[in-house]
């Protein structure tokens, strides 16, 4: 699948992310890559090998086992790792559930 702009691959990507679950687990791997970023720039650079493996190691798991679909990440990686930090952003800051109402009922790609 081709997309023109992020603004349009962020239509695909939440569409992917229809289930709360999915997204809380995208939350928490996020959150914990950021967590091990951040301890390996301030004690261990070994530690960087963390980052990735819990960040997608959540997301995988939530898109096989909860969403049941494949992880966008494998057709579109940069796209797909901006909208995840899109996302987690919305969901500090509470806005995520405004989001969702302002995409409404989209076609599934």
Same mark, same amino acid.
Not at 4 to 29: A, I
């Given at each position: ?23 809380? &687990?995208?939350?928490?791997?996020? +959150?914990?890559?950021?967590? $091990?970023?951040?301890? #390996?720039?301030? !004690?261990?650079?070994? &530690?960087?090998?963390?980052?990735? +493996?819990?960040?997608?190691? $959540?997301?995988?798991? #939530?898109?096989? !086992? ?11 990686p940069f796209w797909s790792l901006l ?24 076609p599934v790609f």
């Amino acid at each position: 699948m081709n997309f023109r702009s992020l603004d349009e691959f962020w239509v695909f990507y939440m569409s992917q992310h229809s289930k709360p679950s999915t997204r809380r &687990l995208h939350f928490v791997g996020t +959150l914990v890559s950021i967590i $091990f970023f951040i301890i #390996s720039v301030l !004690f261990n650079w070994w &530690l960087l090998i963390f980052v990735p +493996l819990s960040g997608y190691g $959540f997301a995988w798991y #939530s898109h096989f !086992f909860v969403e049941g679909n494949i992880p966008a990440t494998f057709g579109h990686p940069f796209w797909s790792l901006l909208c995840d930090y899109k996302m987690f952003g919305l969901m500090l800051t509470g806005n995520m559930d405004k989001e969702i109402k302002r995409l409404g009922k989209r076609p599934v790609f």
